[in-house]
């Protein structure tokens, strides 16, 4: 390929030199030392046909290239797709050295380009309101004063760490309209909810970090928790295991439980108690599917009663559609922590049922969709950790609702929900339960 044992040195080199120029990295015509490990790179690249040779497709054994043709050929390496992985870390050396140069010929602007592709931000903004009972599982308050409005943003942020690892993070304020304050999650005019990384791991997936739980239809758990997540497919069948620890304690009909022996802040909130689980779905046919997870939680105390156990929770359920444009999905949950009594004795209810028929889907970049929802809920308080459908634990009642997309990456959503308390949170009993919400939220 190059005949390291000539050295012939360039018109053009040779004034450059005369006239004092300092630092090959600094001239771009300056010659690449004979011994160079660039010759031994490009030799390599070349008998790998990731490369044809000198800018006129042909190599001179006699000639000692200058940096800026060695600059011309790493270009045209790097123009290349879908490299071998050991060619491409000799592309990214190559182009690391000759990186001035590079720059000279406008491809260092444009890989940079390229490269911040791999960072992506999204989000979104939203504005609500809620009236009526804002928290079933606690006392009721007067209808009038019991008023919720904020405004709330997400942003994520992921970047590609390689071909099999991403990072992402998901960051979150909210302004409290009522209050006149801002006060994210976690107490803190910033919340960093989500930090971790994934990737491939064999034929599965991996997570890393503290990330969103997710049950199989989100009757148990939805929400963050801080360890690992381990997802696979096998055709009609996927699944995950799960090891870590809810990032704070939980209250449930005015009963809070918690790891109390660990009080270990992280990114602003408490890790609470250990969380295990195992979770299954399968496609019973194009339109139906069916989903189960088993939830164990660890080392649990229940405030003030006594209780210090491990619990275990399970979840059952099933969506289906049933006509173009109807879908049906109902799921049931149970746990085995009993014996706790609530306000007025009664035992704390362990299991709860969710169910929602739906017509129609909206879009947020379809302008014009629309969705009309109507779900029903009896979920008893020790039946979900934090279950994904807001005003379900501790609720039992009726759903109305509707989702509209008025223009792109926008939503409406509108809903009423209204039925009773399942276990009493008050000395008075068990209270109505009465939530009228009116939100929109952006998407970017």
Not at 214 to 238: H, N, P, V, W
Not at 305 to 321: H, L, M, P, R, Y
């Amino acid at each position: 390929m190059f005949n390291k044992s000539t050295l012939t040195i360039t018109t053009s080199a040779l004034v450059l030199m005369s006239t004092g120029v300092a630092g090959a990295a600094s001239n771009p015509f300056s010659d690449v030392p004979q011994d160079s490990w660039a010759y031994d790179a490009v030799a390599t690249l070349a008998a790998d046909g990731v490369i044809d040779g000198f800018p006129d497709g042909t190599y001179q054994g006699n000639k000692t290239m200058t940096r800026y043709e060695m600059a011309q050929i790493v270009a045209r390496a790097m123009a290349k797709e879908n490299l071998q992985k050991a060619d491409k870390a000799i592309v990214d050396k190559l182009a690391a050295e000759f990186a001035e140069e590079l720059d000279n010929l406008g491809v260092r602007v444009a890989d940079l380009e390229k490269k911040s592709d791999n960072v992506k931000f999204t989000g979104t903004a939203r504005l609500r309101y809620d009236d009526g009972d804002i928290n079933a599982t606690n006392p009721k308050a007067d209808w009038d004063k019991d008023s919720a409005s904020h405004a709330h943003i997400e942003y994520w942020i992921k970047g590609k760490v390689n071909d099999n690892w991403t990072g992402v993070s998901q960051i979150e304020t909210e302004y409290n309209m009522k209050s006149d304050s801002i006060t994210a999650y976690g107490g803190k005019d910033i919340q960093v909810n989500k930090i971790y990384a994934e990737g491939n791991f064999g034929d599965s997936m991996l997570k890393l970090g503290r990330y969103g739980e997710f049950s199989s239809y989100g009757r148990i758990i939805d929400t963050e928790i801080s360890g690992a997540e381990y997802t696979f497919e096998a055709g009609d069948l996927s699944g995950a295991l799960t090891y870590g620890r809810l990032k704070d304690s939980r209250t449930l009909a005015g009963t809070t439980f918690e790891n109390p022996k660990d009080t270990k802040e992280t990114f602003g909130a408490y890790l609470g108690t250990e969380y295990s689980s195992a979770r299954l779905k399968y496609n019973l046919s194009p339109v139906t599917s069916i989903g189960a997870t088993y939830g164990r939680l660890n080392e649990v105390t229940v405030e003030d009663q006594g209780f210090k156990d491990s619990v275990n929770i399970w979840e059952a359920g099933f969506n289906t559609k049933l006509a173009d444009n109807l879908t049906l999905m109902a799921a049931y949950s149970k746990s085995d922590l009993d014996g706790v009594t609530d306000s007025v004795g009664s035992e704390v209810v362990n299991d709860g049922w969710f169910s929602e028929l739906r017509y129609k889907q909206h879009n947020p970049s379809d302008v014009g969709s629309f969705a009309i929802f109507t779900n029903y809920r009896n979920v008893g308080a020790f039946s979900t950790i934090d279950a994904t459908v807001d005003y379900t634990e501790n609720v039992r009642g009726w759903t109305l609702g509707f989702d509209y997309v008025p223009m792109e990456n926008t939503t409406i959503e509108v809903f009423y929900t209204t039925g009773t308390q399942v276990n009493a949170t008050s000395t008075e009993g068990r209270q109505d339960v009465d939530i009228f919400r009116a939100q929109m939220e952006f998407y970017f």
